[in-house]
């Protein structure tokens, strides 16, 4: 199947400071992305959709200027995590379809990202 | 909006025995798609289970099929013949079949809360 890589998959940072994680897809092209965060033994809640090309989607009550997503190409989508707090210390995924093929296709996921901020 | 309800929050088998987990959906929308993935301790979502919503009957992949109850919106998943690498948290998952506003893509999910199934020996 198709693979999509992320990056890295463990990080700790310090209070204020920004942390960027990368999503690629690694044998496709991916016009659309997704990034989802998820904590302890909890569901996996979408963030924001990441379009090739323009403006990310923000699901509702998730911080733009906190969550700085850019597409930067078809196979690039980074999550950056700017001025971080102990809060934003959590599990986030990214998720990438084929492109073009039908709603029945399954979404493929990245390794995930443990983030914590000390 | 379409939610998805898990009410299981853990569930337990004997392994080689089956166990059912349950799914409940809400949606305005007729065409649509439903998924299980399995996540295990390492995290990596993997796609156990896809059904059709026009499709009356229900999916089997090997050990794994679903019971599909479109009017009720319940999306249940059965393991049978349980093993030790089954233990995971499950997650039922919805996708329209609607496309993104560009055409170019489908794939938003939305996931239910999840269910942490152990397996005994």
């Known amino acids: 199947g198709a693979v999509v890589s992320q990056h890295p998959s463990r990080v700790i940072c310090k209070s204020g400071t920004s942390v960027k994680i990368e999503c690629r897809s690694l044998?496709?092209?991916?016009?659309?992305m997704f990034w989802y965060r998820q904590f302890p033994k909890k569901s996996l809640m979408l963030m924001a959709t990441?379009?090739?090309?323009?403006?990310?989607?923000?699901e509702q009550g998730v911080e733009k200027d906190k969550f700085l997503i850019n597409h930067a190409s078809l196979t690039l989508s980074t999550l950056t995590v700017t001025s971080a707090h102990p809060e934003d210390s959590s599990f986030y995924i990214c998720?990438?379809?084929?492109?073009?093929?039908?709603?029945?296709?399954?979404?493929?996921f990245g390794q995930g990202t443990r983030l914590t901020v000390v | 909006a379409q939610t998805v309800t898990q009410s299981q929050p853990e569930m337990s088998v004997q392994e080689a025995e089956t166990v059912t987990l349950s799914c409940t959906y809400d949606?305005?929308?007729?065409?649509?798609?439903l998924f299980w993935y399995k996540q295990p301790p390492s995290r990596q979502m993997i796609l156990v289970i896809r059904?059709?919503?026009?499709?009356?009957q229900n999916a089997t992949e090997n050990r794994f099929s679903v019971n599909f109850q479109k009017a009720a919106k319940s999306f249940s998943l059965k393991i049978s013949d349980s093993q030790l690498g089954d233990a995971a948290m499950y997650f039922c998952?919805?996708?329209?079949?609607?496309?993104?506003?560009?055409?170019?893509?489908?794939?938003?999910?939305?996931f239910g809360q999840g269910t942490i199934l152990t397996v005994h020996p």
């Open positions: 990441s379009n090739e090309g323009s403006k990310a989607t923000y």
């Open positions: 998952a919805y996708r329209s079949a609607r496309p993104n506003a560009g055409g170019t893509s489908y794939g938003k999910l939305t």
């Open positions: 044998d496709f092209q991916a016009t659309t």
């Open positions: 949606t305005s929308e007729s065409d649509y798609y």
């Open positions: 998720s990438a379809p084929l492109p073009r093929e039908g709603p029945n296709t399954e979404a493929f």
């Open positions: 059904q059709e919503a026009y499709k009356q």
